[in-house]
């Protein structure tokens, strides 16, 4: 198991932006991102290879979040521009689970979230 941490959660208006960091020793790990809104399935937005350069996303975000890491800072991000009320929710990183997969059940280490509110 990898001890994740997220940062960066904020409330923000229709329209802005946040960059959420996950920190952690991530080196070779398959990384994702993921966000429960209340109510609902924990669902995956964003998954990255161990590398860098081969990324997934979920249709609804494609376009407006970048999914990025860097190794030698054991950080990955998610920038989100263009946010709307329905990106509300706690947003988790997670490691160690199936490259390139969006099912939170291919996961076994969760950060405790980040709490995204974006207000219309």
């Known amino acids: 198991q990898v001890q994740l941490r997220e940062s960066g959660g904020d409330s923000v208006q229709a329209g802005g932006s946040l960059r959420l960091t996950c920190t952690g020793d991530i080196y070779g790990l398959c990384m994702a991102w993921f966000r429960q809104a209340p109510g609902k399935e924990r669902e995956g937005v964003a998954a990255?290879?161990?590398?860098?350069?081969?990324?997934k996303y979920v249709d609804s975000v494609k376009g407006r979040f970048t999914i990025s890491r860097d190794n030698t800072k054991k950080t990955m991000s998610l920038e989100m521009n263009n946010l709307t009320p329905e990106d509300t929710g706690m947003y988790y990183c997670?490691?160690?689970?199936?490259?390139?997969?969006?099912?939170?059940?291919?996961?076994?280490?969760w950060g405790q979230g980040a709490r995204v509110t974006v207000s219309s």
């Open positions: 990255i290879y161990p590398g860098g350069s081969m990324t």
């Open positions: 997670a490691a160690t689970g199936s490259c390139g997969s969006l099912d939170p059940s291919q996961y076994k280490s």
